[in-house]
């Protein structure tokens, strides 16, 4: 199976054929309006060579086309013949102004009055092609035809060799024309091949290169710069996903080592099981934490978040968050619900609230404060604690993976720094924002804002548990 020619032989080859058409179309117009305009002056010279023949013979007779004076320019001029319209072939010719015409140059016998013009006369005894002018009268009550004719093998010498200069110039210009385009092409398309060497040079264990961007700032030197960026992100999200496999590892480790310590003292000594167990329960929680984390980006990295579009209330779920939180701890937990909806997936919004609600828990010395409403188009919620906040400079940071700030967020009170990640992905999968700020107690303030539903959620507080 051949090879398609590349943009570079298609360019030239449709150049050679477009240029091919064009130069052959206007050479052909040009041909058929030169024919025209030779012939058409042929014909005015003979309609008036006609005129002057007839009135000599009107005036005169045939025998004044003889004389020698005013009638010789109507000789020289071509044929001349006068014509007996009531005979046929050479006896028809009363008057021929060279013997040489002696035969009729054309059939037409118009009648008196009328002219006709014959536009394919052949010369007698040649093929020679004339084009004849015939005009019928009547001279001293006999009715004749008087015949004048030009000579069209100028015209036809001139469009045969117009036409052989079309066939043997338009190829050559046609193939100069293409390659014209060939060398343009190419170096125009230099460039792309240099994009397409760098990117080939470009290991996959290595996108660290980067292609040379061209000193234009045309079309190639815009892709250049697109595919520099593309392998910047390309380069972010592989370090990304390098370091996230290798903090995943580590956090897997400390939990699957307590197991695996734990089940060997077991098998050795298992009268220590009451001091052993209540460990292993605790890694093994964590454990289960740690990779239903991160199951839950590896969903949001391949945009499965968000997999459903219903209306959900928002204050439901922050109202039963302050429920449980006043349930299961000793904490004063202030709350200020509002009616608030919005459209997404119940469980993946479920998971942000509460993963907020259990970091605020861990940081916070005495209370928490969670509250919903609706802020022009949003639906806000607020998770505050009275802990020792986040430092300015940590805000953004803190929605990292694996990213534990402090004593009071570290693993040992539960977290493996992956849930305001999640709570990241979860929010940012459903079109909106989750921030880091300062509470009014002093601690941390997490923020979340989605779009809400409609513009009609009711503002009034909610009674809570």
Same mark, same amino acid.
Request: net charge neutral; glycine share 12%; no cysteine.
């Given at each position: 199976?051949?090879?398609?020619?590349?943009?570079?032989?298609? !360019? +030239?080859?449709?150049?050679?054929?477009?240029? %091919?058409?064009?130069?052959?179309?206007? &050479? @052909?117009?040009? $041909? #058929?309006?030169?024919?025209?305009?030779?012939?058409?002056?042929?014909?005015?010279?003979?309609?008036?060579?006609?005129?002057?023949?007839?009135?000599?013979?009107?005036?005169?007779?045939?025998?004044?086309?003889?004389?020698?004076?005013?009638?010789?320019?109507?000789?020289?001029?071509?044929?001349?013949?006068?014509?007996?319209?009531?005979?046929?072939?050479?006896?028809?010719?009363?008057?021929?102004?060279?013997?040489?015409?002696?035969?009729?140059?054309?059939?037409?016998?118009?009648?008196?009055?009328?002219?006709?013009?014959?536009?394919?006369?052949?010369?007698?005894?040649?093929?020679?092609?004339?084009?004849? !002018? +015939?005009?019928?009268?009547?001279?001293?009550? %006999?009715?004749?035809?008087?015949?004048? &004719? @030009?000579?069209? $093998? #100028?015209?036809?010498?001139?469009?045969?060799?117009?036409?052989?200069?079309?066939?043997?110039?338009?190829?050559?210009?046609?193939?100069?024309?293409?390659?014209?385009?060939?060398?343009?092409?190419?170096?125009?398309?230099?460039?792309?091949?240099?994009?397409?060497?760098?990117?080939?040079?470009?290991?996959?264990?290595?996108?660290?290169?980067?292609?040379?961007?061209?000193?234009?700032?045309?079309?190639?030197?815009?892709?250049?710069?697109?595919?520099?960026?593309?392998?910047?992100?390309?380069?972010?999200?592989?370090?990304?996903?390098?370091?996230?496999?290798?903090?995943?590892?580590?956090?897997?480790?400390?939990?699957?080592?307590?197991?695996?310590?734990?089940?060997?003292?077991?098998?050795?000594?298992?009268?220590?099981?009451?001091?052993?167990?209540?460990?292993?329960?605790?890694?093994?929680?964590?454990?289960?934490?740690?990779?239903?984390?991160?199951?839950?980006?590896?969903?949001?990295?391949?945009?499965?978040?968000?997999?459903?579009?219903?209306?959900?209330?928002?204050?439901?779920?922050?109202?039963?968050?302050?429920?449980?939180?006043?349930?299961?701890?000793?904490?004063?937990?202030?709350?200020?619900?509002?009616?608030?909806?919005?459209?997404?997936?119940?469980?993946?919004?479920?998971?942000?609230?509460?993963?907020?609600?259990?970091?605020?828990?861990?940081?916070?010395?005495?209370?928490?404060?969670?509250?919903?409403?609706?802020?022009?188009?949003?639906?806000?919620?607020?998770?505050?604690?009275?802990?020792?906040?986040?430092?300015?400079?940590?805000?953004?940071?803190?929605?990292?993976?694996?990213?534990?700030?402090?004593?009071?967020?570290?693993?040992?009170?539960?977290?493996?720094?992956?849930?305001?990640?999640?709570?990241?992905?979860?929010?940012?999968?459903?079109?909106?924002?989750?921030?880091?700020?300062?509470?009014?107690?002093?601690?941390?303030?997490?923020?979340?804002?989605?779009?809400?539903?409609?513009?009609?959620?009711?503002?009034?507080?909610?009674?809570?548990?």
């Amino acid at each position: 199976m051949s090879a398609s020619p590349g943009v570079r032989g298609q !360019a +030239a080859l449709v150049a050679v054929l477009v240029l %091919a058409f064009a130069l052959f179309t206007g &050479g @052909g117009i040009m $041909v #058929g309006a030169l024919s025209t305009t030779l012939r058409r002056g042929i014909e005015d010279t003979q309609r008036a060579r006609l005129t002057e023949a007839v009135a000599v013979v009107e005036q005169r007779g045939i025998d004044g086309l003889a004389a020698a004076d005013d009638a010789h320019a109507l000789r020289a001029g071509g044929p001349l013949q006068v014509l007996d319209p009531s005979r046929t072939g050479p006896e028809s010719v009363v008057y021929a102004s060279d013997a040489r015409w002696d035969v009729p140059l054309t059939t037409a016998r118009p009648a008196p009055g009328v002219t006709v013009i014959d536009r394919r006369a052949r010369a007698p005894h040649t093929d020679m092609r004339y084009l004849a !002018a +015939a005009r019928g009268i009547t001279s001293q009550g %006999a009715a004749y035809v008087v015949v004048t &004719g @030009g000579s069209l $093998v #100028g015209v036809d010498r001139a469009v045969r060799q117009d036409v052989a200069s079309l066939a043997a110039g338009v190829p050559l210009l046609a193939l100069l024309g293409g390659w014209a385009v060939w060398l343009l092409v190419g170096r125009t398309l230099r460039p792309v091949e240099e994009l397409r060497t760098a990117v080939e040079e470009i290991g996959a264990a290595d996108v660290t290169g980067r292609v040379p961007v061209p000193p234009r700032h045309d079309e190639i030197g815009r892709l250049a710069v697109t595919m520099n960026a593309l392998l910047t992100r390309i380069q972010r999200s592989r370090d990304s996903q390098r370091r996230f496999v290798a903090d995943a590892s580590h956090e897997l480790r400390s939990p699957v080592a307590a197991l695996g310590a734990g089940l060997e003292i077991l098998q050795h000594r298992p009268e220590e099981l009451p001091e052993v167990l209540p460990l292993m329960v605790t890694e093994t929680r964590h454990l289960a934490s740690l990779t239903d984390g991160l199951l839950v980006l590896a969903r949001a990295d391949a945009g499965m978040l968000h997999r459903r579009s219903i209306d959900v209330d928002l204050d439901d779920i922050v109202g039963a968050e302050v429920a449980r939180m006043r349930a299961s701890t000793e904490l004063t937990v202030e709350a200020r619900l509002a009616a608030a909806r919005v459209v997404g997936e119940p469980d993946d919004l479920f998971r942000a609230v509460r993963n907020l609600v259990d970091n605020a828990a861990r940081a916070a010395r005495g209370r928490i404060g969670l509250s919903v409403g609706v802020e022009g188009a949003d639906v806000v919620v607020r998770v505050d604690d009275d802990g020792p906040g986040i430092p300015a400079t940590e805000r953004a940071r803190v929605f990292g993976r694996f990213v534990r700030l402090d004593a009071d967020r570290a693993r040992a009170h539960g977290g493996a720094g992956l849930g305001l990640a999640i709570v990241h992905s979860i929010v940012t999968a459903h079109g909106g924002t989750v921030t880091a700020g300062e509470s009014p107690w002093g601690g941390a303030r997490l923020e979340i804002r989605l779009p809400a539903v409609g513009t009609g959620a009711g503002t009034g507080e909610l009674p809570v548990g």
